[in-house]
């Protein structure tokens, strides 16, 4: 290990200095906005400043460089420092509880994928390392040996079940977890250059700074006091921030600055107009389940971009993900059983545009990670999800295992694209365009085959739907996707379309071909009524008077079975639409 | 402690027969339903012939007596070993990777609320353990100190992230998790008897057993090999079965039976007919958060029922479940910032009626275990989901702690019952319908405080709104709840809706009153467009001709903010109602 060699005295001092002053900024915005957590942002103070001015390696003047370590503020009560730190950052995850996630997918693409030396910093508060998604993330890091991570555990007590300071059941836990563990002051600039030092030196783990803190430190009658959590200072500020001003040495400009990225390693990246490699290529009527052309279709466009990465929570066999790894081994990350660090790995991989990320697993799991995906829609990331096995058509595995909530899900994440291709050809297509689309998109594929209905040369748009079948004097709009659409092709003469997003919904196309079939809708969905593609319909006529929306979907938690007996139990199959068509014509 | 004196000779051989005839049995029943992972059966056949055999104490003809030991299959691959074990057995809980948080709320009430000596055994995979929501549940039984909970770990490898046993590695991390853990050879009658009683005298901390085991234990050419995982044996069962056929030693009847509970200690408890101790008490136009009411109501029913509970996760001040453990400290489960486990235990708790339980958070962390309410809808639970601090109408803490998803949901929750009450009094009611509703029951309350609008004797029913304006010559109907109720009512002469559950919604009503406004609808919601009470309206509506539908909810990530500032900027305030309605005057 290279010799550690511990900071002049006079940066000693600095950094004390800048920790006062980010306490005192701290106070101050949340006077300000009268809403905030400063006795929080006080107990890391030290640690802010070592990190921000003595550890962390980056240019103040382009804090978005590739080449630049990483910092994630899990321990989002304490935003108003990281903000005080930091006054021309960039965008930065701030993710009560999802940062140790995130921050595993920044440092196993540093080190996998990038192959550079940029660091990864992770702060995580006492209170947030009780959820579980935190302990998925901390066997991740452990699991893949990301020694370019460091994650600091800020225990400031308060926020923990237990009145002490657990210091050694934190190491305890985190050995076991597979970290170099060490604990210190976390008031202690000293101490804390010198943990960061080790840290950067260990290989082959990740490290945690379990840092001994206190709430409200240097708050004079509020320090390590209860019930002073989540609130502004108030009255009480001014006193408090005379006394900071007191323990300050050095009022004129600063000294030092942050070390920068000692190489510049990580090469710019083009993520934009990603194709398929070769279109499409299945014969009309071909049975191609549409998980496979999935899979089939991530091959493709990984071949395209060597940015493509694929993400999977143990299922790489049934969704087809492995396609993409048996063609390229180094771009799939498997996340094993765990959700929630498998939606925020992926995060953090599509973080700064650095990967296009996919993540697959069933449909129905990916509502363990509903609030990894909502926070990742406020950050505003372009992750894509796919999920396979929706509905009651997988079948025997049971109502465990079958998406009927997915499209609720993910129509209720703003900014969001819903695919829902319902042949090879237009999940390919699907593919290919989730890849090139901001927001949070959703693919969701069927486990059974079914028939190729669009030619290979077949143009697709987000928000255009297509009409599969038709005459002239159709009396009846039929709208399904996926397993039903083929079930309402089978069922009766009247016009049927393939909506091919869910959201954006083709409301103008539903409209018109509505007025055309006498207004007169039957739309027909393997999941839930609540929140699926039906309610996508009825919103889309909301303002019309004059149509009728006769409605099919899963009414109660199925049983297990063979496919085409559940279909017609829970009354979507053609039989059934037949049904609704006769009752529809009535209307 | 006291001595163990383990089984004779006789029963030990007992043990190993009924470990292969339950092999037997899971490849038969897997060969029936052609679904199934008998290989995965195979590796827990002698922790199961031990647990159900020598170990429990139960009655087989009353398995649910509430004396009885209670078992959880978390790792719902093995099911049919399950059944197979004990074809009798009533509802149990097989949630893979849920089933140590069902377990810890089993122990928790057995220990601290039921206060008797059944104890709670919940089998666990190797595969699941990856899951954080594993380890939230465990680090609460460790908190917890649930003495009365064993929970094995069948360590197969083969569902395992590493090729090699990993014994230690759990061991170290369970004991890091405050457990006494055992490691064994889970194919060891004898130790498997040692270690089940050296948990049932260990005192003051959980037990760990972790078996090393083989997937396909004793199937000739399948034994500990890939590509086995998930599938029956097909062609290959005639053979293995030959092979276990040989193995057993005594093919007569059972010569064994397992230990009776030893004394009759849990209580019958009535759960039925919940009520208030005491009416809503307010003064119309009073200033009321429909939280503060959901805390007041909590604390009358459990006045009234000794069996009601509350759950919280580290926001009970703020949900005010605070009030319930203020009046009854006993019957307030504290499960810190781990909403998957909150959820589970929740669903243990309320595990064969034993207790009525409300579980409180803010509306939007519920996104965190939306899994664990979706299984335990599936596994018919009744537990009461609170959720506070709904839509942007929380203004300043911003858009990770709002909830504008949280209807969509609970609305996707198959047999759920979603309340939205609008004030303090109905939201009385709604706490005390919940407590006596079977399924989901979801309750959505408010941060600011809202008028009282209705007498306190004012009689609510499941699925019948109120009108809480109107005129005879009414053109528009507006619907709203909550904070947008209030909007409606400042808006514009109009009749105006309260629809007081979402789930089931008024369709009667809604029509009837549609009809006489002209067919116009207004609908207005602190809530994302997608899945929530405007899309229930339209449901509503579907069928009939002649409605148009204006609906007014959030579209975007929303910014922080004062409350009447983002209400009106995200489209939902008075102002907005107003613009609204003159534009369906014209449709």
Known sequence: MPTYHKPESKT?????????????HSIASTQASKSGHPTSCASIA????????????????APRDPSSDRFILSKGHAAPILYAAWAEAGLFPVSLGQGVAVGCGMAYVGKNIDKTDYRTYVLVGDGESAEGSVWESLHFAGHYKLDNMCVIFDVNRLGQSEPQHQMDVYRKRLEAFGF??????????EELCKAFYEASVTKDRPTAIVAKTFKGKHFPNIED????????LGDAANAVVEHLKSLIRNNGPLQITPPSPQKESAKKVDISHIKLA???AYQLG??????????TALAKIAMNNDRVIALDGDTKNSTYSDKLRKAFPERFIEC???????????IGAAC???????????????SRAFDQIRMGAISQTNVNFVGSHCGVSIGEDGPSQMGLEDIAMFRAIPGSTVFYPSDAVSTERAVEMAANTKGVCFIRTSRPNTAVIYDNNEPFVIGKAKIVKQSANDTVLLIGAGITLYEALNAVHARVMDPFTVKPIDKEAIIQHAAQCGGRIVVVEDHYKQGGLGEAVLSAVAEQRNVVVKHLGVDEVPRSGPPTVLIDMYGISARCIVAAVNDVLKM
Chains 1, 2 share one sequence.
Not at 12 to 24: G, N, P, S, Y
């Open 12 to 24: 000693i001092q600095e950094l004390k200095d800048i920790a006062h002053k980010l306490r005192i």
């Open 46 to 61: 030290e640690i802010m400043s070592v990190l921000f001015f003595n550890t962390m390696r980056y240019k103040i003047s």
């Open 180 to 189: 170099n563990a060490i604990v210190v002051d976390g008031h202690d600039v």
């Open 225 to 232: 006091l209860e019930n002073w959590h989540g609130k502004p």
């Open 278 to 280: 070769t279109p499409p």
């Open 286 to 295: 071909e049975s191609v389940a549409t998980r496979l052309a999935y899979g």
């Open 336 to 346: 094993f059983i765990a959700e929630q660090n498998l939606c925020g790995v992926a």
């Open 352 to 366: 700064r545009d650095r990967t296009v990320a996919f993540v697959s697993t069933f449909a129905t799991f990916f």
